[in-house]
C-alpha cells in the first residue's frame, strides 16, 4: 500500500516486490486475519478509541471481503506484500478512509502472530482428529486379528512369537504420544499475541481480555517483545509433525517389507497399490514409500525453522515470514499422510498362514525352552548355554527344535521331559501374561484401553 512508503523517494524494485512478497502463500491466512481484524474493530469500539458507527462499517467491509475471497472474486495483487495489506486495501477500496481506523492500535507485528496462532490452533484440532482415525483403524484391525500369532523380531530377526493385535497396538501407543504433544502444542499456541503493537505494546486504553475472550484464546501475552517474535508453538507444531512422521515412516517400512515375496504377511488393496510402467507383474506399495520420504521433508521444515530463528535478535524481523511456509507444508503433508495410512491400512489383508510359516523357521520358541528348563532348576545362565547348544545342533542336523527327540533333547540336560512338548507359539504368548504383554488377556485389556482413550477426545 502505497501510504506505508512516503518516507521513500522511489517506488520498490520488481524484483525487491517479488522477493519480499509473501502473498502467494499467505493468503491462506486470510479467514483468520479478518476475524482478528472484527475482534479488534469491535474492541476499539467498546474502548471508546474509535465509534461504533466506524466500526459497524469495518465490520461489515471485511465481511464483504471475506465474502469475496470466499467466492474467488477477490483480485489478489502481487504488489500488495502480504495477506494483511491486501486485506486492508481492499476495505479501503470498499468503505473508504474508515478504513484507515482499523489499525489503531495494532502492528502488523502482533497481527501475524494472531493470524498464525489462530490458524496452527485449527491445525492442531484437523491433526488431532487424524491421528485418532489412524487409532481407531489400528483398534478395529487388532480386534480383528486377536488370535493371529506371527513372528515379533529384533535386528530383524525371528525373536519371539507375539500376537498380531500386540503388534498393531505398538503403533496405537505412539500415535498416543504424538496426540499429546499436539496437546500440549495447542496449549502453547492458545495465547493472545494482539495488543503487543511492533514490540512493546500500545498506548490506547485497549482491553485485551475482550480480545481474547472473542478470538478464544485462554490466555494472554505476557511480554510484547516475546510475543512479537516467538515462534515456539510454530516448531512445536513441525517437531511434533516430524515425530509423528517418523512413526508414520516406521509403520511404512513394515508394510513395505510384509508386502514382499520374502515376507508376504499382507497384501496391500488395489486402491492402495501401484503398477509399474515396465514390469507387468508389479504390485507396488508407493504410498507407504511416500509416507516414509515424506518424513524427511517434514524434517528438512524442522530444520529450517530452527535454523532461521536461531540468530534472531529481539523483537520481529523480515526472517519471520519464512515460517508460514515451512508450516503450511508441514501440515498439508502430515495429515493427509493419517488420513492415507489409515486408508492403506484398512484395507489391506493379512496372511496368517505365511505368517504361521515364518514362526516354523527361525528356532522361536528357543527363550521358552530355556525358560522351562529355569523352572525345572537350572540358572537361567546355563539354560541359555544348554538351549544355543541345542540350537546348534539341531541347524547343523537339519532339524528344527519341534522334531528333535526327547532323547536328543536329553543328550543337552537331563532336566528335559516330555512335557517339553506342551511349549507351542501359543502357550510362549500365553505366558507373557505380564502388563503390557502379548499374552491374550493383556492385548484384551490394551484393546478395551485403546477404546477407551479414543473414545475420549
Ligand atoms: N508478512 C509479514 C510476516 O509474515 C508480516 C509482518 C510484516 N511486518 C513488518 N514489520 N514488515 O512476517
Redesign the pocket.
Known sequence: MSHIRSRFDKPPDELVIKYTS?LQY?WRLHSYDIRGSIAHARMLAKQGIISKDDAEQIEKGLALVAEEIEKGEFRFKPEQ??I?MAVEARLFELIGDTAGKLHTGR???D??ALDFRLYIKEAVSETLGSIRMLQNTLIKLAEDNKTVVMPGYTHLQIAQPVLLAHHLLAYFEMLERDYGRFKDCYKRTDVLPLGSG?LAGVTFNTDRQFLADELGFAEVSRNSMDAVSDRDFAIEYISAASICMMHLSRVAEEIILWSSAEFKFIELDDAYSTGSSLMPQKKNPDVAELGRGKAGRVYGNLMAMLTTMKGLPLT?N?D??E??ERVFDTIDTLVPSLKVFSGMLDTLKFKPKNMKIALDRGFILATDLADYLVCKGETFRNAHGIIARLVSYAVKNNKTLENLSLDEYRQFSLFFEADIKNITVESSVAARDVTGGTSSKQVEKAIKRAKEIACNS
Do not use: A, G
Open positions: 509473501s499467505d506484500e502480504d494483511h502492528s502488523r507485528n497481527q501475524v511492533s520481529y523480515r519471520l515470514q515460517d508460514k
